[in-house]
């Protein structure tokens, strides 16, 4: 079982453009259309599946919000970090 990070540490390891909110840390993705965000949430669950670590992805119109957190340890941990930078590589792939 993962250790719970410190808000310090949360805040210093946190990737740009992604803030903690309560227990999570989350991020919202813009894209030009529908299934361009549909398929950007394929390919999150592809990377949560492998990490067998697994996000809340909610897909709206042109936009999909990612939560992260740690559920068996009730908080934040280095995996919810780690695949906030998996996916931001993705992203910018
Ligand atoms: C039984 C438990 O759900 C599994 O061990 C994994 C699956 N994916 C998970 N995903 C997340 N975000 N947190 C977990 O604690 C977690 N646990």
Redesign the pocket.
């Known amino acids: 079982m993962a250790d719970l990070l410190s808000d310090d540490e949360i805040e210093a390891q946190l990737p740009d453009d992604w803030t903690r909110d309560g227990d999570e840390i989350v991020r919202t993705y813009e894209f030009d259309d529908y299934l361009r965000g549909v398929n950007f949430a394929q390919m999150v669950g592809e990377i ?1 599946e492998a990490q ?4 809340e992805i909610v897909i709206r119109y042109a936009e999909v919000e990612i939560r ?6 009730g908080g934040i941990t280095d ?2 970090i780690e ?1 906030a930078d998996l996916i931001e590589s993705e992203r910018n792939a």
């Open positions: 949560a067998f670590h697994h996000p992260l957190t740690s559920h068996e340890e995996a919810d695949m």
